[in-house]
């Protein structure tokens, strides 16, 4: 079975957030902070993580920096720990976002 989430976001929205400290490390994890230069980058991991609860179908039950979202050597993103899964983002304009879809062996 393949389930499939998908989020979207506008930059200005998260940019706005980053002002908070409070936001940045609830959200985010010390790797994903590392890793973003800009705020279009965290607005991408911020919809990867939403539309991964999204595919999950369990609603936003964790916090959202407790999991991942790490990029390949090609700059493929994926989600560390979650096997099965595949992982998309994309930025336009004043918008970021992301879809994930999760499956099950059979």
């Known amino acids: 079975m393949f389930k499939i989430g ?3 976001i506008r930059i200005s929205r ?3 957030s980053l002002e908070k400290e409070h936001f940045k490390a609830s959200v985010f994890t010390s790797n994903e902070i590392l890793y973003c230069k800009n705020a279009e980058s965290f607005a991408g991991i911020f919809a990867a993580k939403e539309a991964y609860f ?3 179908g369990t609603g936003i039950n ?3 920096n ?3 979202i790490s990029h390949d050597e090609k700059g493929k993103p994926f989600i560390v720990g979650v ?3 595949d992982v998309s983002i994309s930025h336009d304009g004043d918008y970021a976002i992301a879809s994930v879809i999760l499956w099950e062996k059979l």
Do not use: F, M, V, Y
Request: aromatic share 0%; proline share 0%; hydrophobic share 30%.
């Open 6 to 8: 998908t989020d979207i």
């Open 14 to 16: 998260i940019e706005k």
């Open 54 to 56: 999204k595919a999950k």
């Open 62 to 64: 964790k916090r959202l």
């Open 66 to 68: 407790s999991i991942e």
């Open 83 to 85: 096997e099965n899964s």
